[in-house]
């Protein structure tokens, strides 16, 4: 059974007494240079269900962060050492449920919000947000297959919480850090070193690195920055 993490075991985890006091109050990014209008068109395409991947438009419906949209394939959840992904028998690739899962667009999705302060991006993130998580339980399916992918999802979560951080509910921050602190453990655990994965490697250890500095003020926190 995948773990689930009550409101009660978080705080014990982190050490502390309310969700909020774990998170890093200093953004990590900087945002006050963006003022590029396209995020505005590029997140209106989110909002009409259009991606791009891989210099292919995808006009998506309801997402199945599972499927390759290419081929069609989809891949079971099952505990993550149990797909396979490379060398199959037909023509699906792991790479298009990985790219989506990155979730770059929700990057682009609190960039608009931040430009135009209009809740439309913010409760688009938020139902996908909260789809992802049901959908893909910790170390459940193609999604938590590569330690890499998972570093850069992280990223991607935490540059959300700053972006949004000014709307996102009790119950959303509370589930975006459990989240974010499995993505930490998952990571730490599935460390991809070899002298062929040196690139992931890197991501793995910048991405433990982002999410310590996102939960500093607790001990985990700290000991991924270490």
Same mark, same amino acid.
């Given at each position: ?24 109050p200093i953004g990590i ?101 909260? =789809?992802?998580? @049901? /959908? #893909?339980? &910790?170390?459940?399916? $193609? ?9 850069? *999802? ?39 070193? =070899?002298?062929? @994965? /040196? #690139?992931? &490697?890197?991501?793995? $250890? ?9 939960? *500093? ?10």
């Amino acid at each position: 059974h995948p773990l689930v993490l009550s409101n009660s075991k978080i705080l014990k985890i982190l050490e502390v007494n309310d969700l909020s006091t774990a998170i890093n109050p200093i953004g990590i990014f900087n945002i006050a240079i963006i003022q590029d209008k396209t995020i505005i068109k590029e997140a209106d395409k989110i909002i009409n269900k259009e991606y791009m991947l891989f210099c292919k438009s995808y006009t998506i419906k309801g997402l199945d962060w599972h499927k390759d949209y290419n081929s069609g394939r989809i891949w079971n959840k099952k505990h993550f050492s149990r797909l396979k992904y490379e060398n199959l028998s037909d023509s699906s690739d792991a790479k298009f449920p990985w790219e989506l899962s990155r979730l770059h667009h929700f990057t682009t999705l609190g960039l608009a919000y931040t430009l135009t302060k209009n809740n439309i991006y913010y409760v688009e993130f938020k139902t996908q947000f909260y =789809s992802w998580i @049901k /959908e #893909n339980p &910790y170390q459940i399916g $193609i999604n938590w297959v590569m330690p890499m992918e998972c570093a850069i *999802r992280s990223i991607n979560l935490i540059q959300s919480y700053y972006l949004f951080q000014e709307v996102i509910e009790p119950e959303l921050l509370s589930e975006l850090i459990k989240t974010i602190y499995l993505h930490g453990k998952h990571i730490e655990e599935n460390l991809e070193w =070899s002298p062929e @994965k /040196e #690139n992931h &490697y890197l991501s793995d $250890i910048t991405g433990l690195f982002f999410i310590g500095i996102f939960l *500093r003020n607790t001990a985990i926190g700290k000991s991924w920055i270490n």
